[in-house]
Structure formats: C-alpha cells, structure tokens
C-alpha cells in the first residue's frame, strides 16, 4: 500500500473511534470538564462534530472559519458525525496516490478522541493506538514551538508508561495526570 492510502485507512479508524466516543456521550457529561481549556463536553462535541466538514470545506480549497461554531443538531449527533466523517474519506479516496497524507486530520481526532474520552470517563488505554501514535509521529515531524498557534500549548510531560493517547495530548500541550 502506498503512504496515502495507509494514512487514509488510519484516519478512517481515528474518525470511526471518535464516533463511537460521540455515542457514548450522555446528557450528564455535557457540563464535564475536558482536558482541552475552556471546553466542556458540549462544547466539545459541537467542535468535533464541525470538523469533519471543515477539514472537507479546507481541502476543497474553500475558506473555513475555526472561531465560529455552528450548533450541532438537537440529536442524533455521532450519525452526524459519522456522515461528515464519511465524506472526508470521500474525499480522500477520491484525490487517489497523489494526494498526500491525512495524518494531520488523524491527529486532530486522535488528541480530540483523548479529550472527549477523559471528558465522559472513559480510559484511553482501551483505544486503537494507530491513529494516536500515526498521529504522534506527524505532530513531531510538524509542531513547532513558533507555529502552535492557539490551539496547541506548549508540550507538555507524559507520565511515565504512558499510552499512545497521553503522549500525543501531552504534545499537544494537555496536562496529562
């Protein structure tokens, strides 16, 4: 296989893992803390549930504001997601061996899989290491202490024995406990 289609497949595994972790979500775990700052679950389930969408409106070439959220549906909200998450791949199998790698989106869903996760009480160790560890390897390869921008803080320790989900959050500047 070549580079584009393992990454689309690992990417397709992080998204699909995210929409089992949207399920899971329940109405007493939308006022949870998560370890992502100044998010609760709600508000973090409304980002997740725009960023298949965004990253599928940025690949197309079109202009996406990240500051703005539109509201997630009343219900019904991981087979929105997973529609979204299915026309991302779409996409990607669409573009073909030319079209680059999808790790970078892998890596947004794997440190959102970590926070949703810990936000409903859920343990990451139990998650599909790929993505995180794919997603990891990107983050490493492309983060930068000059180009974090507002989304990432300043990499943080992992804990000793750390599963592949705390040391991509920990990268990712999460405080990681």
Not at 92 to 117: I, K, M, N, P, R
Not at 123 to 129: E, I, M, R, S, Y
Not at 149 to 158: D, H, I, V
């Amino acid at each position: 296989m070549s580079e584009t289609t393992d990454s689309v497949i690992v990417l397709n595994r992080a998204l699909d893992q995210l929409g089992d972790l949207v399920a899971a979500v329940r109405e007493d775990h939308l006022g949870n803390p998560t370890p992502c700052a100044d998010w609760n679950v709600q508000q973090l389930v409304t980002h997740v549930l725009a960023a298949p969408h965004r990253f599928l409106a940025m690949a197309r070439g079109e202009e996406v504001d990240w500051d703005t959220t539109p509201a997630p549906p009343e219900t019904g909200w991981a087979e929105a997601f997973r529609e979204d998450a299915d026309d991302l791949i779409h996409h990607w199998h669409q573009q073909g061996e030319d079209a680059g790698s999808a790790d970078w989106h892998t890596a947004e869903f794997a440190v959102h899989s970590f926070d949703l996760a810990r936000g409903i009480g859920r343990a990451t160790d139990k998650l599909d290491p790929e993505p995180a560890e794919r997603g990891l390897a990107f983050m490493q390869r492309s983060l930068t202490p000059d180009n974090r921008g507002r989304a990432f803080g300043a990499e943080q320790p992992a804990p000793e024995g750390a599963d592949p989900y705390e040391a991509i959050a920990a990268y990712a500047g999460r405080h990681v406990d």
